[in-house]
């Protein structure tokens, strides 16, 4: 009797010694799950990494509209911080720039304030280019005035009158009895064309009006000259000695004040999509850089900087 009890006394401590060495599973077999978890963690880690097979030694080049350098080099800048390995250059010169360096290949990103036109579709095309449009956010287009400029309130019909030269003299106006001078932007600038084509409805500008290399050349020339008028994105009207106008889309309609809340509603009447253009869908570093634009992070430095967000 005493050797039945010991042999069942070892048995039991011999299912409880193997017990602790690890459980079954639905067949019955022994296995070390610790193990096996530390092995399905570090997979996942693996697969969660968007990053690991992106070079970051390709430096992204962007070239474009002036209206957007200022928001191309934030995005850049916020963007290695992000990702600290990765380099970027981002420079103006005008949109219809950019998108000529896209096509030629020497960029990977084309910054317009306009929509790429068909005959550089056609000169894409013809360089085995891919052309990939990005609305990456708004912007409305002020018409700004020196301060002392009593002229607070101008319709479409008038700021066509006076960019084309058709009257001249701010007392038709309301304003003093003085003669108009006109700052635009040249003629590779996307504003330009823009402007010419929304606001002039596609007539010429005036003949006598001074061609400016960028926005901010416009700014400076409205602040020291107080019959000058000019035309600039949102974000410029932070400069205390300029004055944005408000403008109505006809006679008796309630003119609207150029600010992101009125692009937003509708109600101003000068706005415009701004885009990145790309040959054929981004990939690597520079779909990782359009993925951060079009992010909460980026649409938030669009607004930050005057701009209208998209998303």
Known sequence: MKKIVLILVLVLMGALVMAGCGGSDDNGAFNDQPQENEESSNDEGAENDETVDIDFSKMIEARGSDTMVNLGQRWAEEFMDEYPES???VTGGGSGTGIAAMINGTI?????SRAI???EIEQAAENDVDVIEHITGRDGIAIAVNPDNPVDELTMEDVKAIFTGEKRNWSDF????AEITLYSRESNSGTY???REFVLEDEDYASFANLMPSTQAIVEGVIQDV??????????LDDEGIKGV???SEEGAEASFPSIENVIAGDYPVARPLFLYTDGEPEGVVKLFMEFVMSEQGQEI?????FVPVQ
Do not use: T
């Not at 019959?227 to 410029?236: C, D, R, S, T």
């Open 87 to 89: 380099m970027m250059s």
């Open 108 to 112: 990977d990103i084309a910054l317009s």
């Open 117 to 119: 036109r068909e005959g």
């Open 174 to 177: 309301g304003g003093n009895d």
């Open 193 to 195: 064309v823009f402007f």
């Open 227 to 236: 019959n000058g008028i000019g035309y600039i994105g949102l974000a410029y």
């Open 246 to 248: 408000s403008i109505s």
């Open 302 to 306: 669009v607004e930050m900087i005057g």
